[in-house]
């Protein structure tokens, strides 16, 4: 079974850890992301989430937020599953939605990626 608490590292060297999932499915962490909008160093934001528990046989899916604390004004929605493989190594795939604030509604079309 996969275990999504932990420290967790991607392609870009980010780090993400997420504290004990409760029994709801629920769960906390923190992302200190490498790459930013502003080209800046990485910053430690707030995550918060949630795991469907798998059906028999099955990989849990989750779902959870990041919101850019103190260096950008942006959001992103992460939406992914967690594997096993036949060696035990947990893998997280995820897809993503970064939502950056604009001015206008003129905008809005350039404000999700």
Known sequence: QCQLSGLWKNEQDSLM???AVK???VFQGKYLTKV???GS???ASP???AQQQP?????PTFAFTVRWDKFSNATTAFAGQ???DMGGKETLTTMWLLREAVRSLEED???TR
């Open 17 to 19: 850890e997420i504290s």
């Open 55 to 59: 059906g028999e046989g099955g990989w």
């Open 36 to 38: 930013t909008l502003a």
């Open 23 to 25: 029994d709801d499915g």
């Open 109 to 111: 079309w350039k404000a």
């Open 41 to 43: 160093c990485a910053h």
């Open 47 to 49: 995550l918060t989430g």
């Open 82 to 84: 967690c594997f096993v």
